[in-house]
């Protein structure tokens, strides 16, 4: 800590060696105006694991940007081993040290594993590539680390866990010493975090230090040796884990008394509203996607889909939704065929789509709030007067819809794209909810959007299918399926492998067995249960 | 029979011969095309710079009296009008698509307007004295019955155009820089953690797109013909677009399509000489470009009908084996 210094509540003295990363009053306003950073001290010391969480938008990635040097602070100083740094560019980052796991991965897909971890530090000989060494060095990085990869594989055919395992053994075969991983566990089953958190151990007992961005409070107790909390662009503390609670660093994050459960009465399940026979999906690769999907959803009950993404149910999510032809199979709405029918089609027989990506299936962003909220309705009445829309009617209920749904903004006719990607969601939530669904297909609802706004989607759908709505809902958070599903299945590369009807009393562990294809229940006990 | 004729010049040497010295200024600038394709960067001006490198070499040539100032001076002026094209892109951020069709609109209207000032004629530069680059005859091979006709005395970039194929491939696959620059195409925001400049990198694709398109343009008016005419690329920027894709993105694959393209045209040239009206066999190497995409495209798709088959009946046996679920 410098001299004069105050330092913050509960942060721990280390007095004789400097901090291997030492951020001082960081402020970072972006060329839009968006303050990302007000004010940030941030310290990490040398071979410790820091665990930094706070709410999207809190600024963490930010910070981390800065200290990968993707942006430059707008003001404030980095040191780097009590050096201060200024990096133009990732490239000086890397060469201090410095190295980032991101959190969409930053490969090259038709490159091999090797070809991806000695980009741009190429080992040549005359000008020309030595890809027999570059193989070499990957084996043996990836030996002394203890991170599996196969050299010559093609990334675009590995699984995340091993993508992940690429991006790492490319920092470390940079030199880094220091390893920012922003939130590695989003895409990760349970077992594969567990296989992430001992390969962090071991960096760690080699010497290397690693910051640990995460919103996951658990991983943090379980993990990290001290944990920095952030809160709209301010670090509001630092302290040892064994001090922090998953309540007070909720509270911290959120700076209110957060509800970490779901209050949900019980289901009472209705008719049969959705059915899926054996659906089958081959994708223009030849990969077979979906392997004879079949299941059913009843009125009144939330079922949950399980899996590690990319195990098909995007495209099965696609597919229901008419946004994808299947190869095979049936699915009926209330005894109406929609498969291979238009987005409308199915729409008309009361679907409704909360997509995964709201950005570019969610929302037209240039397009106003109003118009993104009619516009899976604006050619019926009320909307519809004669070959026009009448936008007075329009504003009415985009003016209805922004009250009820606590879209915060100023105005409905503005775009969507000046919205936060919290209320973003609310627009897309707003819409699909008002067009009184018998079946709604959640994917992914509350990806990236803040605690808050995630506390009132969630509320959102155990209200609907309490109203007595089937939902379906396919989400990577496995927490949150859990805690909202009624009926839970279990999908391992496009087949599903385990239903269970009574979701409360199944354990995380047991689920991932089953959505790494460890576990399979036998077909016809499944049957029954589907 | 007026048939057998050109079916008997067609499978002769010097028909051959005239495949390859027409393929030459489409190869050359498909190289181009397929590196910026590569690198994210589509140069859709490829027509443009031909056109103007054609002219300037022209030009330099007639003016200076030699033929080696004009091709340089050729070259030059490519790269000048791809980094034109790179500055408005990569620096103003301009739409590449939008970029390509103005450069592509001056570069018409540009050389005419030029032609026309230092010859008073809006229609070609025959009045000028401008030179072409040497044919090579190799000794020994020139004496090998048929093949020594099909590639002795051909003109010097028929030669570059196989040699820069060769070139571009171990730049594309053998070199960092070529990985570099596939990186960048395929994911920049990858390449741009590990520290590769994508800008940079894509201005480097661009200018050698311009460099190769350059050689095509300064084929057109220093080897195959003799002087420039208005216009004369007719096109040949775009084909060579087409053949990036027909040839997988490949040089070598991108060097066949243009050889096909290039067959197509010296067909249309042959079939000249029979009663079939001119602007019907001038369309022969466009139709040939449109077909081979159509026929590009339905083979993908029959690929992909044929996994699909295989996975039903992969199925169906699995079924039939009692595997179930």
């Not at chain 1, 566990?185 to 349970?190: D, F, H, I, S």
């Not at chain 2, 520290?195 to 661009?206: E, F, H, Q, S």
């Not at chain 2, 159509?294 to 992909?304: D, G, H, M, W």
Request: hydrophobic content about 45%.
């Amino acid at each position: 800590m410098p001299a004069g210094g105050k330092p913050p509540a509960g942060y721990l003295m280390e007095v004789c060696v400097p901090p291997i990363i030492e951020l001082k009053d960081i402020y970072k306003i972006y060329p839009n105006g968006v303050m990302a950073n007000k004010g940030v001290d941030f310290s990490v010391n040398a071979g410790e694991i820091h665990a930094l969480v706070g709410e999207n938008g809190a600024g963490k990635s930010t910070l981390m940007k800065i200290i990968y040097g993707m942006e430059k602070p707008t003001e404030g100083k980095v040191f780097v081993e009590g050096v201060e740094r200024h990096f133009n560019s990732s490239r000086d980052a890397i060469d201090a040290g410095i190295g980032m796991v991101h959190q969409n991965f930053m490969l090259v897909p038709s490159f091999t594993v090797a070809e991806n971890i000695v980009l741009g530090q190429e080992p040549t000989k005359n000008g020309l590539l030595k890809k027999r060494q570059a193989i070499d060095e990957t084996l043996q990085i990836s030996q002394q680390y203890g991170l599996r990869v196969d050299p010559e594989a093609i990334v675009d055919t590995i699984n995340v866990g091993m993508r992940q395992r690429v991006e790492i053994l490319k920092a470390l075969y940079r030199g880094a010493n220091i390893l920012i991983l922003d939130e590695p566990t989003a895409v990760l089953t349970p077992q594969e975090t567990q296989e992430l958190f001992s390969a962090i151990r071991k960096l760690v007992d080699q010497g290397k230090t690693v910051v640990f961005i995460t919103h996951k409070l658990r991983e943090v107790k379980e993990v990290s040796d001290r944990v920095t909390v952030m809160r709209k662009g301010k670090a509001i503390g630092t302290l040892p884990t064994e001090e922090a609670t998953r309540e007070s660093l909720a509270r911290m994050m959120v700076g209110r008394e957060v509800l970490m459960r779901v209050d949900k009465p019980p289901s009472e399940r209705g008719r049969k509203v959705m059915e899926v026979q054996n659906l089958s999906y081959v994708d223009e690769t030849g990969r077979r996607v979906l392997n004879n999907v079949s299941f059913n959803i009843y009125a009144g009950e939330i079922l949950g889909i399980a899996g590690v993404e990319g195990n098909g149910q995007t495209e099965l999510v696609e597919i229901l939704t008419g946004l994808r032809p299947a190869t095979s199979g049936d699915a009926l709405v209330n005894g109406n065929p929609v498969l291979n029918k238009t987005p409308r089609e199915v729409r008309m027989a009361k679907v409704s789509h909360i997509p995964e990506d709201r950005l570019t299936n969610g929302l037209a962003l240039e397009a106003s709030i109003n118009e993104n909220l009619i516009v899976d309705r604006y050619f019926r009445s009320p909307f519809r007067k004669g070959t026009s829309i009448d936008y007075k009617t329009v504003r009415d209920f985009g003016a209805q819809s922004i009250k009820e749904y606590g879209i915060l903004t100023p105005d409905g006719d503005l775009p969507v794209a000046s919205l936060s990607g919290g209320n973003m969601q609310k627009v897309i939530v707003a819409r699909e909810f008002t067009s009184d669904p018998e079946l709604l297909i959640a994917a992914q609802p509350t990806r990236g959007i803040d605690v808050g706004a995630t506390e009132f989607v969630r509320e959102q759908l155990v209200q609907k299918r309490t109203e007595g709505t089937a939902v379906l809902l396919v989400s990577a958070d496995l927490g949150e399926v859990m805690s909202l599903s009624d009926r839970i299945i279990a999908v391992y590369e496009g087949e599903i492998t385990g239903v269970f009807p009574d979701a409360e009393s199944l354990g995380e562990e047991e689920l991932g067995l089953y959505m790494l294809g460890i576990k399979k229940q036998p077909a016809e006990e499944m049957e029954v249960l589907l | 029979m007026s048939f057998d004729v050109v079916l008997r010049s067609i499978f002769s040497a010097a028909f051959l011969a005239s495949v390859l010295r027409i393929s030459t200024p489409l190869i050359l600038p498909a190289l181009g095309g397929l590196i910026t394709d590569l690198s994210g960067a589509i140069n859709i001006a490829l027509e443009g710079i031909m056109l103007v490198s054609a002219f300037t070499g022209v030009i330099v040539s007639a003016y200076s009296g030699s033929v080696g100032l004009g091709v340089i001076a050729g070259v030059i002026s490519g790269i000048l009008i791809s980094y034109v094209l790179g500055w408005f892109h990569l620096h103003m951020k301009t739409d590449i698509i939008l970029a390509g069709i103005a450069i592509n609109i001056l570069a018409t209207g540009g050389t005419i307007f030029l032609l026309f000032v230092l010859t008073g004629d809006k229609g070609n530069s025959q009045s000028l004295a401008s030179g072409t680059v040497p044919n090579i005859h190799l000794p020994f091979i020139q004496d090998i019955p048929f093949i020594g006709r099909v590639i002795s005395g051909q003109h010097v970039f028929v030669w570059i155009a196989f040699l820069l194929t060769w070139l571009v491939a171990v730049y594309l696959y053998r070199t960092p820089w070529g990985s570099h620059l596939r990186a960048v195409g395929e994911n920049p925001d990858a390449a741009e953690t590990m520290g590769i400049n994508v800008n940079r990198t894509r201005m480097i694709a661009l200018l050698i797109s311009g460099f190769l398109a350059s050689f095509g343009g300064l084929t057109m008016s220093m080897a195959y013909l003799s002087f420039f005419q208005r216009e004369m690329t007719a096109g040949r920027g775009f084909i060579a677009l087409a053949a990036v894709y027909l040839g997988g993105r490949k040089p070598w694959g991108t060097l066949a399509a243009a050889i096909l393209f290039g067959f197509a045209d010296a067909l249309s040239h042959q079939l000249g000489s029979l009663r079939v009206p001119s602007q019907l066999v001038q369309t022969i190497p466009y139709v040939v470009t449109i077909l081979a995409l159509v026929i590009y495209n339905l083979r993908e798709q029959a690929i992909k009908r044929d996994r699909q088959r295989k996975f039903y009946e992969q199925q169906q046996a699995e079924m039939g084996s009692g595997g179930g679920l």
